[in-house]
């Protein structure tokens, strides 16, 4: 399971796409599958189901830090344009869009996401919430070069959710480096992070007792059968996530119980021992050292460190290194 979820959408899946990752991914020493399969219409449902769980303590402890630390950070900012990559329902982000508007500065928000439609509807609602700012949807995969529309400067440019958990090391400091090249001297980078703490409560994240994530992970399987014509019998396949202790990452897998073969039309017969596992997602876990071993080669210098008394969540602002 992903910490941004929440911020991910219904979006249309292209079967070229799809047919290719599943054929690589399978390939693979490790097989694998990339969890933006996750998320058809049933796999965002699952997930809303998930954030309300009480074992799922990420959403709620990001929205109560951006309770704490949002008016300030925008005063102090006088913030004028918030850009959000992977936006989403924006749920949390009517913290920071609610301090904007208090505070007389906010100008501009533009939300960005890759899908079109949902965005545009998204966009829809917050002009009738927050009618004294500028809602400017873009339509934009972030893992690949974007580019912004105007923005009136101070901007910040924030990465919350804690969705910077799902990239791998080489993939984080590149997107964190096309970030810090859009900022100018008043701009920051704000990000959302989980935090490393007890591995009893990280385990029981992503291990909810009412087997909502097991069916989350489960679901990838069921968009395969249906967008490829696979055969995947899903009942002998278990959930299984674990916190791996050495890469600071929860590791979310499907496990096979019994050996069996799998036909997938376009890639043929995929064998499964028993006890072999396709790994579905990750989701590292930070400290600050971390975070600043990620901004510095990305060209940011970590300006503040804001976490809770309970030492759940952080949200770091970076400003472009001079």
Not at 39 to 51: A, C, K, N, Q, V
Not at 122 to 127: D, S
Not at 151 to 164: E, K, L
Not at 274 to 295: D, M, P, Q
Request: net charge negative; proline share 5%; aromatic share 8%.
């Amino acid at each position: 399971m992903s910490d941004q979820k929440d911020r991910r959408r219904v979006g249309r899946i292209k079967r070229d796409e799809l047919l290719h990752d599943v054929r690589e991914g399978f390939a693979a020493p490790q097989k694998q599958l990339s969890p933006k399969y996750f998320y058809d219409e049933r796999g965002s449902e699952l997930f809303e189901e998930i954030t309300r769980l009480p074992e799922y303590y990420p959403t709620e402890a990001e929205r109560k830090l951006l309770r704490e630390c949002a008016p300030s950070l925008v005063r102090d900012l006088r913030l004028c344009t918030l850009v959000e990559l992977g936006a989403g329902s924006a749920s949390k982000t009517r913290v920071i869009l609610d301090a904007m508007r208090d505070s007389g500065f906010g100008k501009r928000y533009i939300p960005m996401d890759v899908s079109a439609d949902f965005l545009e509807g998204v966009a829809e609602q917050l002009r009738i919430e927050y009618p004294t700012l500028q809602i400017v949807p873009a339509v934009a995969d972030i893992t690949h070069d974007f580019v912004l529309p105007p923005t009136i400067p101070p901007t910040v440019i924030a990465f919350i959710g804690s969705t910077i958990g799902n990239f791998g090391r080489e993939e984080t400091v590149d997107l964190l480096t096309r970030c810090a090249d859009l900022l100018g001297p008043d701009d920051r980078f704000l990000l959302g992070c989980d935090l490393r703490k007890s591995v009893d409560i990280l385990e029981a994240a992503y291990n909810d007792s009412q087997g909502v994530t097991a069916e989350f992970n489960l679901n990838i399987l069921r968009v395969i059968n249906r967008e490829l014509g696979a055969n995947f019998d899903v009942s002998k396949f278990r959930h299984r996530a674990f916190y791996n202790s050495t890469l600071h990452r929860i590791e979310m897998h499907l496990v096979a119980d019994e050996a069996q073969t799998v036909r997938i039309p376009g890639i043929g017969d995929v064998h499964f021992d028993e006890g072999e596992s396709i790994h579905t997602e990750v989701s590292y876990k930070y400290n600050r050292e971390a975070v600043e071993n990620l901004f510095s080669p990305a060209g940011l210098a970590l300006e503040q460190w804001m976490t809770g008394e309970d030492a759940m969540f952080a949200l770091a602002v970076g400003r472009k290194q001079v």
